[in-house]
């Protein structure tokens, strides 16, 4: 589906975008802009954890910081 979007964050992996610019990106979606998480890989291999696992962090990240729409 289609969502409009004010600000469109892109990273390779999940947890990228949390380390690089989290707290701006809370910031943007408190002032009201509609924000936006692009994860082009799942991350995957990695040796801590497994797939299933960084996508639930990276779903509570998103929660957390209030972004509304994250997309790998």
């Not at 589906?1 to 809370?26: F, R, Y």
């Not at 040796?47 to 509570?60: D, I, K, T, V």
């Amino acid at each position: 589906t289609e969502q409009q979007v004010d600000v469109v964050a892109v990273a390779p992996h999940p947890d990228d975008l949390e380390i690089l610019c989290g707290g701006t990106l809370a910031k943007l979606a408190r002032q009201g802009h509609r924000t936006a998480i692009i994860d082009l890989t799942t991350g995957e291999p990695t040796p801590r954890g497994s797939e299933e696992a960084r996508a639930r962090e990276a779903e509570e990240a998103r929660r957390i910081l209030g972004v509304p729409v994250r997309i790998n």
